[in-house]
Structure formats: structure tokens, C-alpha cells
């Protein structure tokens, strides 16, 4: 199988496709349905997902994911995007690259695969990365090149479609390199929203405020320094799965138990749509980080993450973010303590509630056992009962009991979805 380098191949890509289902509200315009901002990266024209497709599309379609980054390349079989869209209601938001395609090229593949099944477009992936400067094409700047391409793209895409049909997120650069910002700021003009690769460089918890891994400080030196208080979409984010010790890698557990809080991390943030990296592990070599990004592994084996994702995505579905003023309300002031609550499409309370703590030493590469603590929630009206799930342990859903309107739940690392009992 052919091994992948998630730094080359994404920056030799030609547009990242940010996927939505038919219903998706469209971007840059926010959504409050959680199922609607939580995306993938794939690379369905080469291994592993290329000879497992059926595979791949199987699992694809049990996670609940409905948005698929991917890039846009003459090699690509549009029949098979085609063919993800009708059966699993996916969409595709396209990464494009002047490396691959020109703007009337691009054109020509959109139209072939029919906007209908695109959410959105994106401009060039990590232009700052070496191969990209050292291509021909980069001599007169790597930055004047992708702010010139991107100024064709939005030109070609406008002459034909709004911005509500067709939105096209902005270039991104690596995600250690926020300087490099700025040599991009005169395509602003031509982004309707900001992507950004927000990868938690030390092994860190979602939540934490480390500069170089907080979504916080990604949206304030890659978001802000683009194109202030602009929507903003991480169409790059996730944890590396091979144990390496010291390094800035997680396990499998760890990571499973991270994946859900990451996500809901970022929708409480405002990011309109995560895209993981990535769905499958690029290789199965040891010592290659890059090989061990997936949620699902090389030989099509489900980690820990991907059941995770999966029943966070079944607990969440058809719920609605509403405001804090619900009847199932966490009262404990604890900064560790975060929750986002949630209408369902009944419009019953739902809650979505967690700790903001570190579940892997980085340096012993090793999890962290979380001692269980009590949280209490406030339940208003006439509810006797609450059940609750935790995505990591399954689909099931166990009963809590309410007293003199309590209830109190056990929270360890992992997170807990809470609603009122059936």
C-alpha cells in the first residue's frame, strides 16, 4: 500500500472538500446542529481507501460523518464521490491547488460532479510547506502564486455562483508557522470563510489554553491575522496514534476519549465545521507518525476514536445548541467543567457534559487514570428521571435517578450526553 505524508500530500493537493449533508446549513453562515460540524479527511483516489472502497464506504456510512474533506485531482473517480453522496447523503467541500488544476479545469471537474453534492471550495493547503515552495510554479513566491490563484478561483466560482451556493474558505499555512499569515492577508478579499489547522502540537487536551494548540490562540494568530472575527472552519485537527514516548503522540484510549470532547470543544467556540484527520491510517510503519493519524486503522480495523465519534454523532442526532436557560443546567462553577446544552427534535433538554482534563502523559507515553468526581445538575419541571450515554462505552443509555430536582452524574475524562428519561 502506499504510504502518505499527511505535510506533502495535502500541500501537493488541490482543494480540501469540506462535506455536508443535503440539509447542512450553507457556510460561512453558522450552524446549530452539532451532526452538521463534524467532518473528515480522506483520500479517496489513493490507499488504503482506494482498493477498500466498499470498505471504507461502509464504515463511513455506520460513523454518522456526513462531510468529507478530500482533494480535487484529474485522477479522481467522481463516480465514487458521486456514489457517497446518493447513499450516505455526503457532501463535499473541494481543496484545489494551481499544482493540479488549472481554474478552467477546476470548472470542468465541478460541473461533472454537480454542485449539489459540494458544501464548499478551499484554496491552497499549507502553501508555506517545502514541497509546495519547491515547485516551479512557487519561483515567483510560494504566497504571490496561492493569493493569485486564489483570486482566480473566487473570480470563476462568482461568475457562476453566490456565495451562499458555492462558498470558498481561504489558503492555510502549517499550523506552526502563523507568521506565514500574513504574506497571505491579500486573499481575504477572496475567502468567505478562514480555514485553519488547529493540531495540538504537545499531546495536549482539547480545552487546553497552550499557545500552539488552543483553538483559542489558532483563531487569534491564523483566523484573526487573516481576516478578523471572519467565520472560521479547522479543516485540519486530531491526535496521532503511534506510541512514541516523549513525542507529541497519544494512544488509541487517550485519543477516543479526546476525539468527542475535541469536537464539542470546538462547536462551544464557534468553529462552524472540524474536519478530523484523518478517516483511515495513511501506513502501518512504526516509526512514521504520519501513518497514525486515522479513526480507522490500515487494515480497516475501527480505534477507539472512530466508536466514539460514532455514538457521540448517534446521542447528538437532531439536536439543536440552546441556550443555558434549559431545565437540565450544571451548577458547579468549576472552570474543568464544560457542558453545551442542546434541544432535540422533539425539544426536549439535552446536555452535553465533560471535564477538561489530561488523559496522557506525554512523557511516560502512558495514560492518566482520572478519578471519577461527582457533578451535580440542576432539573427543572416535571422531570423524575434522567438518562445518560457515555460515547466512549457505547450506545447504551443508563437511568439516573432526580431528587428534590438533582441529579448527579460521575464524570471521569470521558464525556456524558444527558437527557430526560423515555
Same mark, same amino acid.
Given at each position: =500500500?502506499?504510504?502518505?505524508?499527511?505535510?506533502?500530500?495535502?500541500?501537493?493537493?488541490?482543494?480540501?472538500?469540506?462535506?455536508?449533508?443535503?440539509?447542512? %446549513?450553507?457556510?460561512?453562515?453558522?450552524?446549530?446542529?452539532?451532526?452538521?460540524?463534524?467532518?473528515?479527511?480522506?483520500?479517496?483516489?489513493?490507499?488504503?481507501?482506494?482498493?477498500?472502497?466498499?470498505?471504507?464506504?461502509?464504515?463511513?456510512? $455506520?460513523?454518522? !460523518?456526513?462531510?468529507?474533506?478530500?482533494?480535487?485531482?484529474?485522477?479522481? @473517480?467522481?463516480? /465514487?464521490?458521486?456514489?457517497?453522496?446518493?447513499?450516505?447523503?455526503?457532501?463535499?467541500?473541494?481543496?484545489?491547488?494551481?499544482?493540479?488544476? $488549472?481554474?478552467?479545469?477546476?470548472?470542468?471537474?465541478?460541473?461533472?460532479?454537480?454542485?449539489? #453534492? !459540494?458544501?464548499?471550495?478551499?484554496?491552497?493547503?499549507?502553501? @508555506?510547506?517545502?514541497?509546495?515552495?519547491?515547485?516551479?510554479?512557487?519561483?515567483?513566491?510560494?504566497?504571490?502564486v496561492?493569493?493569485?490563484?486564489?483570486?482566480?478561483?473566487?473570480?470563476?466560482?462568482?461568475?457562476? *455562483?453566490?456565495?451562499?451556493?458555492?462558498?470558498?474558505l481561504?489558503?492555510?499555512?502549517?499550523?506552526?508557522?502563523? +507568521?506565514?499569515?500574513?504574506?497571505?492577508?491579500?486573499?481575504?478579499? *477572496?475567502?468567505?470563510?478562514?480555514?485553519?489547522?488547529?493540531?495540538?502540537?504537545?499531546?495536549?487536551?482539547?480545552?487546553?489554553?497552550?499557545? *500552539?494548540?488552543?483553538?483559542?490562540?489558532?483563531?487569534?494568530? =491564523? /483566523?484573526?491575522?487573516?481576516?478578523?472575527?471572519?467565520?472560521a472552519?479547522?479543516?485540519?485537527?486530531?491526535?496521532? $496514534?503511534?506510541?512514541?514516548?516523549?513525542?507529541?503522540?497519544?494512544?488509541?484510549?487517550?485519543?477516543?476519549?479526546?476525539? &468527542?470532547?475535541?469536537?464539542?470543544?470546538?462547536?462551544?467556540?464557534?468553529?462552524?465545521?472540524?474536519?478530523?484527520?484523518?478517516?483511515c491510517?495513511?501506513?502501518?510503519?512504526?516509526?512514521?507518525?504520519?501513518?497514525?493519524?486515522g479513526?480507522? /486503522?490500515?487494515?480497516?480495523? &475501527?480505534?477507539?476514536?472512530?466508536? +466514539?465519534v460514532?455514538?457521540?454523532?448517534?446521542?447528538?442526532?437532531?439536536?439543536?445548541?440552546?441556550?443555558?436557560?434549559?431545565?437540565?443546567?450544571?451548577?458547579?462553577?468549576?472552570?474543568?467543567?464544560r457542558? !453545551?446544552?442542546?434541544?432535540?427534535?422533539?425539544?426536549?433538554?439535552?446536555?452535553?457534559?465533560? #471535564?477538561?482534563?489530561r488523559?496522557? @502523559?506525554? %512523557?511516560?507515553?502512558?495514560?492518566?487514570?482520572?478519578?471519577?468526581?461527582?457533578?451535580?445538575?440542576?432539573?427543572?419541571?416535571?422531570?423524575?428521571?434522567?438518562?445518560?450515554n457515555?460515547?466512549?462505552?457505547?450506545?447504551?443509555?443508563?437511568?439516573? &435517578?432526580?431528587?428534590?430536582?438533582? %441529579?448527579?452524574?460521575?464524570? @471521569?475524562?470521558?464525556?456524558? !450526553?444527558?437527557?430526560?428519561?423515555?
Amino acid at each position: =500500500m502506499t504510504a502518505f505524508n499527511r505535510r506533502k500530500f495535502l500541500a501537493g493537493s488541490a482543494a480540501a472538500l469540506l462535506v455536508g449533508p443535503a440539509v447542512a %446549513a450553507p457556510l460561512p453562515g453558522p450552524s446549530d446542529l452539532f451532526t452538521d460540524s463534524v467532518g473528515v479527511n480522506v483520500h479517496i483516489g489513493s490507499e488504503p481507501y482506494a482498493s477498500n472502497f466498499d470498505r471504507f464506504h461502509g464504515l463511513l456510512a $455506520t460513523s454518522g !460523518i456526513r462531510h468529507l474533506r478530500d482533494e480535487l485531482r484529474p485522477s479522481n @473517480d467522481l463516480a /465514487r464521490w458521486r456514489m457517497l453522496n446518493e447513499r450516505s447523503n455526503v457532501l463535499f467541500n473541494i481543496l484545489v491547488s494551481p499544482a493540479t488544476n $488549472t481554474v478552467p479545469e477546476m470548472m470542468a471537474y465541478l460541473d461533472a460532479l454537480g454542485i449539489e #453534492r !459540494i458544501s464548499a471550495m478551499e484554496g491552497q493547503n499549507e502553501g @508555506d510547506s517545502p514541497w509546495f515552495m519547491s515547485l516551479p510554479l512557487a519561483k515567483p513566491g510560494w504566497s504571490n502564486v496561492v493569493v493569485a490563484y486564489q483570486r482566480e478561483v473566487h473570480q470563476a466560482l462568482r461568475a457562476h *455562483y453566490t456565495a451562499e451556493q458555492l462558498p470558498l474558505l481561504s489558503p492555510s499555512v502549517l499550523n506552526w508557522k502563523p +507568521a506565514d499569515v500574513a504574506l497571505l492577508r491579500p486573499a481575504s478579499p *477572496y475567502s468567505d470563510a478562514v480555514a485553519i489547522h488547529s493540531y495540538v502540537q504537545g499531546g495536549q487536551e482539547p480545552e487546553t489554553s497552550d499557545d *500552539y494548540a488552543a483553538v483559542a490562540w489558532y483563531l487569534q494568530n =491564523m /483566523r484573526d491575522a487573516f481576516k478578523p472575527g471572519a467565520p472560521a472552519v479547522v479543516t485540519e485537527c486530531g491526535y496521532c $496514534t503511534v506510541v512514541k514516548p516523549g513525542s507529541a503522540t497519544v494512544g488509541e484510549i487517550a485519543a477516543g476519549i479526546y476525539l &468527542p470532547r475535541l469536537l464539542l470543544n470546538n462547536f462551544r467556540s464557534g468553529i462552524l465545521r472540524t474536519f478530523l484527520y484523518e478517516f483511515c491510517d495513511g501506513g502501518t510503519d512504526p516509526n512514521e507518525g504520519e501513518h497514525h493519524w486515522g479513526l480507522v /486503522r490500515n487494515d480497516g480495523t &475501527p480505534k477507539p476514536g472512530y466508536h +466514539a465519534v460514532r455514538h457521540l454523532l448517534s446521542a447528538l442526532q437532531g439536536a439543536h445548541r440552546a441556550g443555558d436557560d434549559q431545565p437540565l443546567r450544571v451548577t458547579t462553577r468549576s472552570l474543568e467543567i464544560r457542558h !453545551i446544552a442542546f434541544r432535540d427534535a422533539q425539544g426536549q433538554p439535552v446536555l452535553a457534559v465533560w #471535564r477538561a482534563v489530561r488523559c496522557w @502523559d506525554v %512523557a511516560k507515553a502512558e495514560d492518566i487514570a482520572v478519578a471519577a468526581e461527582p457533578v451535580d445538575i440542576a432539573v427543572e419541571g416535571r422531570i423524575t428521571s434522567l438518562s445518560f450515554n457515555r460515547p466512549n462505552d457505547g450506545s447504551q443509555w443508563q437511568r439516573m &435517578p432526580v431528587t428534590d430536582g438533582h %441529579a448527579t452524574i460521575s464524570l @471521569d475524562g470521558r464525556v456524558a !450526553i444527558v437527557r430526560p428519561a423515555a
